[in-house]
């Protein structure tokens, strides 16, 4: 959850790196540093706070140098401060480490290198990582490269890490185990990272790093091996695929605004090349292999986090509804811990923005282990779900630099709809007439999101109204229900008001007692098949002069005679309301938090990919 750089090369580092932390600070922004070689002299600047702190506390330092490295922090051990922030040194000074992740066994580690001297100065697992380095290779008197090999054999965790030696000007060490890493490949340069966004702008050529590799990066060479030093013949080099225009806000005042208007195109992209509504087909060669096993399944199991774990409740609705296939959803940091019964005739699919997320690998590998076919939905390629599953599917999204997702949620959800469709055609028991009349109002979707984004002028408006409100309450039923919770946890993660998303029926077993006339109760309201249902509900709050907010189909008359605002969208088929409905609720976040004075693209406490549990 925290953000990496790393240079070697012929230009200046610091630039290189502080460019690149500005690129991932939406990682880690509790704290920021730098460590600098050059000539023999290790330089480090580390600040609390944003990447602009650090590089205002620089401003008039020494910044010279062709190696260096960087670092964004999400807190785990240690509170945000000056001393917790990376990089940290070995208690020599001569050994400087950045690590993204979690040392488990960092507390047992700590009290054996007390008793043989060390002095700890910060509160984190990562300087216990880089003393053991530095103890193991005195004691036993092994090279750097041999120590860090022991070292990490013996520490329980995640992680991801980059290491200077002082007296090696001409080397990184890299390496990483459940927690991403990416090496750009220059012309006598070299780019170390934990995503590809700080790299693509000097070069296309990646490698990932597979788990337990270590890559020792040369000023002309790279050597990539495994933890007992075996070397790794030929790595794999992808071509990366992202626009160095994608990672810029374009105009507008943030990323999450840039992201949701951007959602009429990357829904578009999520279906193009699977969707061929002429001709009433659905073509999805990630699953093409394993249809078999998918129309026989016992079962399909998604487990996913957050934002992802939404989508997958409405892959369940869809995927049950037209494949008849059951599906059962499940939060993945509970599904790794419970003894789930897993069988060989069950599929598991992963959803997961980064393909990093550490308690859905977790899962996927548990999945693995009963003998389950596990498949990924994921929106970055070369991260560690697309490596570990069967099989996939990309959701196209593009980079996605709001922590809160937005962009990210609909194209998952447009390939949950195409997987629906697709194992509906495939078992035979959608009618090909209704599937190509599914199939050529999917097509139109990307249009009529466009459309729905004439609203955000309304959700100003109503915005405005509400900036102030303590509670608020989102009803929603059938597949309207999951993006009630997705407009809650959107509302709480930028705007910090506290929200709940409840199925629509549900409000008279409890929420219905919070209702006043202050709160915001946001209702989807549009006419599908449980409209009427959804009008007695809006009723029911209406009777306690509770403010209702309805999300509504376009030329609706019914609801507008109750509700205090209405937003509409455009009339679609039942199985395409998330991608409509979710729009406006983002806009109405969005502004909120703005009103607010949030900050929307960083939410205090939130990173984009959690690695940690």
């Not at 409890?510 to 409209?531: H, R, W």
Request: net charge negative; aromatic share 6%.
């Amino acid at each position: 959850m925290c953000g990496i750089v790393g240079y070697i090369g012929h230009r200046n580092a610091y630039q290189i790196v502080i460019s690149g932390l500005h690129r991932l600070e939406y990682r880690g922004y509790d704290s920021a540093g730098v460590a600098l070689l050059h000539c023999g002299e290790l330089n480090i600047y580390k600040k609390v706070g944003k990447v602009s702190d650090l590089e205002l506390h620089a401003e008039k330092l020494n910044k010279t140098g062709t190696l260096g490295m960087g670092h964004t922090r999400w807190a785990t051990h240690g509170p945000p401060n000056d001393v917790n922030s990376h990089p940290h040194l070995s208690g020599d000074g001569q050994l400087a480490i950045i690590h993204n992740g979690i040392i488990e066994n960092y507390s047992s580690i700590k009290e054996e290198l007390k008793l043989r001297g060390h002095i700890f100065k910060s509160d984190t697992d990562t300087e216990v990582l880089i003393h053991l380095i530095e103890d193991i290779k005195k004691e036993a008197h092994l090279t750097l490269e041999e120590a860090v090999q022991v070292a990490l054999k013996k520490v329980i965790g995640a992680y991801a890490i980059v290491i200077i030696d002082k007296n090696n000007p001409n080397q990184i060490i890299a390496s990483r185990k459940g927690s991403p890493m990416v090496i750009g490949i220059g012309k006598g340069e070299y780019f170390i990272a934990s995503d590809a966004t700080p790299i693509v702008e000097y070069t296309k050529n990646v490698i990932y790093l597979n788990d337990n590799e270590i890559a020792y990066v040369k000023r002309d060479a790279i050597v990539i091996t495994d933890i007992d030093n075996e070397i790794v013949d030929n790595p794999y080099i992808q071509q990366l695929d992202i626009k160095l225009e994608m990672l810029e806000k374009g105009g507008f005042n943030h990323f999450m605004l840039k992201e949701i208007y951007e959602q009429a195109r990357s829904v578009r992209d999520s279906m193009r090349g699977r969707i061929y509504p002429n001709e009433g087909h659905v073509k999805l060669s990630g699953i093409a292999d394993y249809v078999e096993l998918f129309k026989n399944a016992n079962r399909i199991i998604i487990v996913a986090c957050g934002t992802s774990w939404h989508a997958g409740l409405v892959g369940e609705y869809l995927i049950e509804e037209y494949a008849r296939i059951p599906v059962e959803v499940e939060y993945a940091s509970e599904f790794r811990y419970r003894n789930p019964i897993i069988s060989e005739g069950d599929i598991v699919i992963a959803i997961s923005q980064s393909g990093e997320t550490a308690d859905t690998m977790a899962a996927l590998n548990l999945a693995k282990e009963k003998g389950a076919t596990i498949f990924g939905i994921c929106n970055v390629v070369g991260a560690s779900i697309p490596r570990l599953t069967d099989a996939g599917i990309y959701t196209h999204a593009g980079p996605e630099i709001g922590v809160a997702s937005t962009k990210a949620f609909t194209a998952q959800v447009t390939i949950l709809t195409l997987i629906a469709f697709y194992l509906a055609q495939e078992k035979g028991v959608l009618p090909y007439s209704k599937l190509t009349t599914l199939l050529t109002e999917l097509d139109k979707i990307p249009d009529l999101i466009q459309q729905t984004l004439l609203c955000d002028i309304a959700c100003l408006e109503i915005a405005d109204k509400f900036k102030d409100a303590t509670n608020a309450l989102f009803l929603g039923r059938g597949v309207g229900f999951p993006v009630a919770l997705e407009g809650a946890l959107k509302l709480k993660e930028i705007s910090y008001i506290h929200a709940e998303g409840y199925p629509a029926a549900e409000m008279k077993h409890g929420p219905i007692a919070l209702i006043d006339e202050k709160m915001p109760v946001i209702v989807i309201a549009t006419q599908n098949s449980s409209y009427e249902k959804v009008i007695s509900n809006i009723q029911e709050v209406k009777a306690r002069k509770g403010q209702v907010i309805a999300i509504v189909t376009e030329g609706d008359t019914e609801v507008k005679k109750m509700a205090d605002y209405v937003i509409e969208i455009p009339d679609a088929n039942e199985a395409f309301l998330p991608l409509l409905a979710t729009i406006p609720l983002q806009l109405l976040s969005y502004h909120i938090a703005v009103l607010r004075g949030c900050n929307v693209d960083q939410p205090r406490n939130l990173a984009k990919s959690v690695t940690v549990e």
